[in-house]
């Protein structure tokens, strides 16, 4: 074999290298020159090691080690477009990661419209569940570059530790195994109640006869899940101020 060529995941970046064998030499793209503007023989950047094979061995060693993370870890993503009144105003990206007993979700989304001012909404949901049991989640919420909330929940034994503005308390909740991110993600056939992250409760989830899924919040707002093939394909938001709905982009 001359040469091995891999890909290194830096957080949401992509690092090409390939080694060649021959004649000693690690060729690679940084991360901002991604590889699929890289033109024919455009410039790419080159380190040698005449002479010194510990560096060789090193890197070969470096990846060894990381191709049984990398078969076993499997990433899927979905892109949403947000609209309101027939018009997009915002988009949601979803993140599922699953490697061995561990499973991390990730929602981001943006949403730009006006009310009496021009307004931006940043939204950003984590959660790990390890073994079907949340570990850890993250609610976060920006409102023109200013965060309005930052709250997180960690399971401390048989108890969850929620965080928010320097204060923490225990909350003594059955083991949380489907929270409201998770209906963005799996069809919640057979699920009496969720848990809800941003109220600190568990929320019923009523089928409706059409085959959705509906979630109504303490304070009067609802969200309303559709799916087909297990896959979330709208949601429905009813807000006291406004409506909207979040659309799956199948044009990938």
Not at 31 to 47: M, S, T
Request: proline share 3%.
């Amino acid at each position: 074999m001359d040469c091995i060529a891999c890909f290194i995941f830096l957080k949401e970046q992509t690092q090409f290298f390939m080694f060649s064998l021959s004649s000693n030499t690690l060729h690679y793209l940084p991360a901002n020159d991604q590889v699929r503007n890289q033109k024919p023989g455009g410039q790419n950047h080159r380190l040698t090691w005449e002479g010194s094979p510990r560096l060789r061995v090193a890197f070969c060693a470096i990846v060894f080690l990381m191709m049984p993370a990398m078969l076993s870890s499997q990433q899927a993503q979905w892109m949403y477009k947000i609209a309101r009144d027939g018009k997009q105003i915002g988009w949601m990206k979803l993140q599922k990661t699953d490697s061995a007993n561990r499973m991390m979700l990730s929602l981001n989304s943006e949403v730009k419209t006006r009310f009496v001012f021009d307004i931006a909404i940043d939204v950003t949901d984590l959660a790990t569940f390890e073994e079907g049991k949340l570990v850890h989640s993250a609610t976060i919420r920006r409102t023109n570059n200013r965060t309005k909330l930052d709250k997180q929940t960690r399971r401390l034994g048989t108890k969850y530790e929620i965080s928010q503005e320097g204060k923490t308390r225990l909350q003594s909740f059955p083991v949380i195994h489907a929270n409201l991110l998770s209906m963005y993600f799996f069809e919640p056939a057979g699920l009496q109640e969720i848990y809800s992250d941003m109220h600190e409760r568990f929320i019923p989830v009523k089928r409706i006869k059409d085959g959705s899924y509906e979630v109504k919040f303490p304070d009067g707002n609802s969200n309303v899940f559709f799916y087909a093939g297990g896959l979330c394909t709208r949601i429905k938001i009813k807000h006291s101020f406004y409506t909207a709905e979040i659309l799956l982009n199948t044009k990938g």
